[in-house]
């Protein structure tokens, strides 16, 4: 069974850094671009960083100097490095893979179950 699994949120006071892992396990060959998402209350689901299968990166405005997007495609994981947070980036985080090679075939837009990041104020 293939599955995307999300770690690494919690509470952190503002100022504070959290990092992200999504992993991909089962019976995977490659991950294609990865994008990070997240989802505050009340608010719509919206892409914080993605990152491509050749590691070429972009971020949300709001991201760029704070967060930073990494792959290590041998472990088949995707990193969010957040430093600096702020309250507003209080919301579950997801990641996202638009296409999986795996032993049954390719997948497509295949979502973890997200983890939550809260940041105090």
């Known amino acids: 069974q293939v599955q995307l699994v999300e770690s690494g949120g919690g509470l952190v006071q503002a100022g504070g850094s959290l990092r992200l892992s999504c992993a991909a396990s089962g019976s995977i060959f490659s991950i294609n671009a990865v994008g990070w998402y997240r989802q505050g209350p009340g608010t719509r689901r919206e892409l914080v960083a993605g990152i491509s299968s050749g590691g070429i990166t972009n971020y949300e405005d709001s991201a760029k100097g704070r967060f930073t997007i990494s792959r290590d495609d041998v472990k088949n994981t995707v990193y969010l490095q957040m430093n600096n947070l702020k309250p507003e980036d209080t919301a579950v985080y997801y990641c996202?893979?638009?296409?999986?090679?795996?032993?049954?075939?390719?997948?497509?837009?295949?979502w973890g179950q997200g983890t939550q990041v809260t940041v105090s104020s």
């Open positions: 996202n893979v638009d296409r999986l090679e795996t032993e049954y075939g390719p997948m497509y837009d295949y």
